[in-house]
Each structure stands twice: as C-alpha cells, then as structure tokens.
C-alpha cells in the first residue's frame, strides 16, 4: 500500500487555474499508475485523468481535455494535476489514487486513495 496526500485545492474564479499535488509514501511511486478522480456533491466519483508508471502514456475525461495535464515526478514520489481555464462544474474534492495495474477510468481498479483536496470554482 501507498499512502496518498492531496494539496493545493482552493477557490478561484472561472478561467482560473490550481495545481493540485498528490504525495505519496510508503512504497516506491514508479511502482504505481497513478489517477485524479473527483466527487461533486450528491454526484458519483468520476475518473479526471490517468499516468503510467512512467509517465509516457496519460488519458482524460472528455471534459478535461484541453485544459487539465497530469503530470508526475517519481524522485520526488508526487503527481500533480495542473488545471486550466476552470469551470464552475469543475467543483467537486479531487482525489489521487493508485493502482498497481495499468489504471484506467474505473475507480475498483485503484486501491489506494488520498483523503481529497476541495476545488471551488466560483461563476
């Protein structure tokens, strides 16, 4: 297991932008795909966007494309989340997640889960 720890969520105005970071600890991060998902309230969990191990392959959800990169650092055992021109229904807490499979968009196959950083977009 991995231990995860979400930072850097916040208010901002629509057309903002926040980086979100995600530490981890416990075990070796490149051992791990990694994700961002988030829940907005009364709403299910919803994938964000996917890392390899390595970081030379990297999926979105349709309505991030475009303005969120995932991006992470393996020396520094973080991945991060940097989010572009923000929408108000990009509110929601955001999570970092791992998974020792190849990852994807379904949130069973994560099994490590931070406590969530809240991302406020105000209109």
């Known amino acids: 297991q991995v231990q995860l720890v979400e930072s850097g969520g916040g208010l901002v105005q629509a057309g903002g932008s926040l980086r979100l970071s995600c530490a981890a600890s416990?075990?070796?991060?490149?051992?791990?795909?990694m994700a961002w998902f988030r829940q907005a309230p009364g709403k299910e969990r919803e994938f964000v966007a996917r890392?390899?191990?390595?970081?030379?392959?990297?999926n979105y959800a349709d309505s991030v494309k475009g303005r969120f990169t995932i991006s992470r650092d393996n020396a520094k055992s973080a991945v991060y989340l940097q989010m572009n021109d923000l929408k108000p229904e990009d509110t929601a807490v955001y999570y970092c997640?791992?998974?020792?499979?190849?990852?994807?968009?379904?949130?069973?196959?994560?099994?490590?889960w931070g406590q969530g950083t809240q991302v406020t977009v105000a209109s």
């Open positions: 890392i390899s191990w390595s970081g030379s392959s990297t």
């Open positions: 416990g075990r070796t991060l490149s051992s791990f795909s």
């Open positions: 997640a791992s998974s020792t499979t190849v990852g994807g968009g379904d949130p069973r196959l994560y099994n490590s």
